[in-house]
């Protein structure tokens, strides 16, 4: 059985920094591309961004690129997501998702497995 387990949402203030995790287990890790969407009230889930099998490529929707950082730990079968000066926009649930694709795909419907979400809320 495949999981897939968020954590590290919370509530912070514009400006601050959080760190997301996503421990993957039930999947040989290493094999599967990796992504972040994100969705918030009444919007649609939204690519965050993205990593390749091997850690060394990644891929971030424009309004992420320079503020958030996406990275995995094989050997912990973890997926990251450093996010940094953070806005009241970026107010969502994170999910972390896993993809057999050979590229990065900006698609949720690329993405096979999906973890349960975690909130972050920024406040102004």
């Known amino acids: 059985q495949v999981q897939l387990v968020e954590s590290g949402g919370g509530l912070v203030q514009a400006g601050d920094s959080l760190r997301l995790s996503c421990a993957a287990s039930?999947?040989?890790?290493?094999?599967?591309?990796m992504g972040w969407f994100r969705q918030a009230p009444g919007k649609e889930r939204e690519f965050v961004a993205g990593?390749?099998?091997?850690?060394?490529?990644?891929y971030y929707a424009d309004s992420m690129k320079g503020r958030f950082t996406i990275s995995r730990d094989n050997t912990k079968n973890t997926v990251y997501l450093q996010m940094r000066s953070l806005k009241p926009d970026d107010t969502a649930a994170y999910y972390c998702?896993?993809?057999?694709?050979?590229?990065?795909?900006?698609?949720?419907?690329?993405?096979?497995?999906w973890g349960q979400g975690t909130q972050v809320t920024v406040s102004s």
């Open positions: 039930g999947l040989t890790f290493s094999t599967w591309n």
């Open positions: 990593v390749t099998r091997s850690g060394i490529n990644t």
């Open positions: 998702a896993a993809s057999a694709l050979a590229a990065i795909s900006t698609n949720y419907n690329a993405y096979k497995y």
